[in-house]
């Protein structure tokens, strides 16, 4: 079975950068998408940013300009770069992946544990 593992998170001044990180792990699987979703405290899980296979992108108006997805094949890793952080980016930040499981044989939905990223002064 897949199993997503995030990293990266933290505390950080209004106007820093943070990189999060999720690495993908198993025994034989092929990623379709990978997005990097968010959830604040009171609010709804929102969709940030995605990656599909071919490379393709898109991303939440509230975060284009400032945050980049991109992904590392060779070490089955996603990152997620945000540069001009404010406090309303404060949330944690949970990884997704739709993932074929050769050992399975089908495609599923997997999530990471979720990284808290807090931006404050």
């Known amino acids: 079975q897949v199993q997503l593992v995030e990293s990266g998170g933290g505390l950080v001044q209004p106007g820093g950068s943070l990189r999060l990180s999720c690495a993908a792990s198993?025994?034989?699987?092929?990623?379709?998408?990978m997005g990097w979703y968010r959830q604040a405290p009171g609010k709804q899980r929102e969709l940030v940013a995605v990656?599909?296979?071919?490379?393709?992108?898109n991303y939440a108006d509230s975060v284009k300009g400032r945050f980049t997805i991109f992904g590392d094949n060779a070490k089955s890793t996603t990152y997620l770069q945000m540069n001009s952080l404010k406090p309303e980016d404060t949330a944690v930040y949970y990884c997704?992946?739709?993932?074929?499981?050769?050992?399975?044989?089908?495609?599923?939905?997997?999530w990471g544990q979720g990284t808290q990223v807090t931006v404050s002064s």
């Open positions: 198993g025994s034989s699987f092929s990623i379709n998408v």
């Open positions: 997704n992946g739709n993932i074929f499981d050769y050992g399975l044989g089908f495609v599923s939905e997997y």
């Open positions: 990656i599909n296979s071919a490379g393709s992108t």
